[in-house]
Nanobody, 121 residues
Framework: QVQLVESGGGLVQAGGSLRLSCAAS????????MRWYRQAPGKQRELVAT???????NYADSVKGRFTISRDNAKNTVYLQMNSLKPEDTAVYYC???????????????WGQGTQVTVSS
């Protein structure tokens, strides 16, 4: 069994910062790409940032220069540092990971339960 557990969400004023964490645990052999998504009320879930196992990163245009994704492979954890937050960043943030549970096993996608981020104006 595999679990992804997010933490670090909350209420912050515009211009403030938050750091989200997502720790993967359970029967894991290897984790490939890890991602952060977000979903605002009434909107589709959107990809915010991606980091590969080797550390290459990619960001949505809306967060470039403000958000930084990183990971600690030894801890099976991915982070999202969010600076200069705007009210439009308000959403539930979800982490996602592509991982294999055994050697030569296929990659499977797993999701966390989500953490609420609310930015007040």
């Amino acid at each position: 069994q595999v679990q992804l557990v997010e933490s670090g969400g909350g209420l912050v004023q515009a211009g403030g910062s938050l750091r989200l964490s997502c720790a993967a645990s359970g029967s894991i052999f290897s984790i490939n790409a890890m991602r952060w998504y977000r979903q605002a009320p009434g909107k589709q879930r959107e990809l915010v940032a991606t980091i590969t196992k080797g550390g290459s990163t990619n960001y949505a245009d809306s967060v470039k220069g403000r958000f930084t994704i990183s990971r600690d492979n030894a801890k099976n954890t991915v982070y999202l540092q969010m600076n200069s937050l705007k009210p439009e960043d308000t959403a539930v943030y979800y982490c996602n990971a592509d991982l294999s549970r055994r050697p030569w096993g296929s990659l499977e996608g797993y999701w966390g339960q989500g953490t609420q981020v609310t930015v007040s104006s």
